[in-house]
């Protein structure tokens, strides 16, 4: 395994099923909820409710990168709050070569799918094998929902030649797989190939989301930061009994209040285009940046992150957010979809994942562990595993510029201890 990328930007948390609520469409918010409290609920839905959870712990995941989404792909006006970095995994041991037989205009885009589910050794993270998600309904159903998959489309020549990304002029091509399909084009056919996404979360809804955060308490009568409900939750709780009129008076009175306050709502308008900016210039530099500068169309990798359910499309598992990802070689590759990967492919796969995933939980980010006398940044914690390697790290045989073959700088015989209390070991 070489350089491992750790990625400490986690500002979503996901829910249990049970849980989850989908949020109501804005004219039907605005209208039943109020345009303040509203922007509450959208804050609260993209930050914690937007996301389902799929397992307890992070997995990890190998594969090939065959698609990347810059932080604005496929998204304008509100919908841009949106800023994670997105790459899109192709399951090991495929390759996109391997899909080949499928590459006729008339594909169904969710037989490809459900061929790489049922037969990838971690097919299961794009399938939901145990109903988890039964009755949940996403943002934007589809004939598929509550899983419609996710997929990237690549242009396979005529002739036999080697398939490549297909052209995307309008940043439509990499989607939940009910708005792609095979298409025949210009000495080929282009086709959805099923992926995996992986998000690597950027800050601007965080960021947005806490600027507005008092002017909408306010706005909804309450005071900034207060506990307790505001005013209009107050009257919704009062007249909710009568079905939808009671919900369409608190709204519009909260309207008429946010009317008389024009000049806060233009303050908020101004915080909110002010982090909007800024956490994307963040972002670009410490977060998201890093990563799209580091991963490559093509290359394989292992990743660790939160799997999840996204409903705020057509519903698709991911990993949201990405944690960690490092670069990987000599993974097995070549399978054909239509038939279980062969037994010791499988294996050899499962035992790469595993083997790398633990490196993973063990690689400290790049920052000192405790004792060192540097604190370690916030928010990227370390497990006991990671804290044990950084302090091995920080050991000054390890800290060598010349090679220590070369330099000569190795631990004094009895390892430990040797400079008292630091257990950082002499030096001959």
Not at 95 to 122: C, E, F, G, M
Not at 131 to 152: F, H, N
Not at 211 to 236: M, N, Q, R, V, Y
Request: with cysteine; aromatic share 6%.
């Amino acid at each position: 395994m070489g350089e491992v990328l750790h990625y400490g930007v986690h500002l979503t948390r996901c829910i249990d099923p049970a849980g989850y609520e989908p949020l109501p469409k804005e004219g039907v918010g605005f209208v039943t909820v109020g345009p303040a409290s509203f922007g509450k609920a959208i804050c609260d839905y993209l930050l914690n409710g937007k996301l389902v959870c799929m397992a307890d712990e992070p997995v990890c995941v190998l594969g090939t990168i065959v698609g990347l989404e810059h932080t604005s792909y496929g998204k304008s006006g509100p919908d841009a709050i949106d800023n994670d970095f997105s790459f899109n995994l192709l399951l090991s041991p495929y390759r996109p070569k391997d899909l080949r037989r499928y590459a006729v205009p008339s594909v169904n885009q969710h037989i490809i799918y459900r061929d790489i589910a049922n037969h990838a050794p971690q097919g299961e993270l794009i399938e939901d094998r145990t109903g988890r998600l039964t009755g949940l309904v996403p943002r934007e159903p589809a004939p598929e929902s509550p899983l419609d998959g996710y997929g990237v489309m690549w242009r396979f020549p005529d002739g036999g030649g080697d398939p490549i990304p297909a052209s995307d002029p309008d940043e439509q091509r990499q989607a939940n797989l009910h708005k792609l399909g095979g298409l025949a084009e210009a000495g080929g056919v282009s086709i959805p190939i099923p992926v995996l996404h992986c998000e690597a979360e950027g800050s601007r809804i965080f960021a947005v989301c806490s600027a507005l955060a008092p002017f909408l308490d306010l706005l909804s009568g309450k005071l900034p930061g207060s506990p307790g409900p505001s005013a209009t939750e107050i009257c919704h709780a009062t007249l909710g009994w009568i079905p939808f009129v009671g919900d369409v008076i608190c709204a519009a009175v909260e309207a008429l209040v946010d009317l008389a306050m024009l000049p806060i709502v233009v303050a908020a308008a101004v915080a909110a285009a002010v982090a909007w900016a800024a956490a994307q210039a963040f972002d670009d530099q410490f977060s998201t940046g890093v990563v799209s500068n580091w991963v490559r169309l093509g290359d394989v990798v292992v990743v660790q992150g939160v799997w999840t359910w996204d409903s705020g499309h057509a519903g698709h598992l991911e990993l949201h957010p990405v944690r960690a990802i490092a670069k990987v070689a000599n993974v097995p590759e070549g399978a054909d979809p239509v038939a279980p990967v062969p037994a010791g492919v499988a294996a050899r796969v499962n035992d790469l994942k595993d083997r790398w995933c633990r490196l993973l939980n063990d690689a400290p980010p790049p920052v000192a562990p405790p004792g060192v006398r540097v604190p370690p940044t916030p928010g990227m914690a370390m497990t006991p595993g990671q804290q044990q390697t950084a302090l091995v790290q920080q050991r000054p045989e390890h800290q060598w510029t010349v090679h220590p073959v070369i330099d000569g700088c190795r631990p004094r015989e009895g390892g430990e201890g040797g400079h008292g209390g630091g257990g950082q070991g002499g030096l001959h």
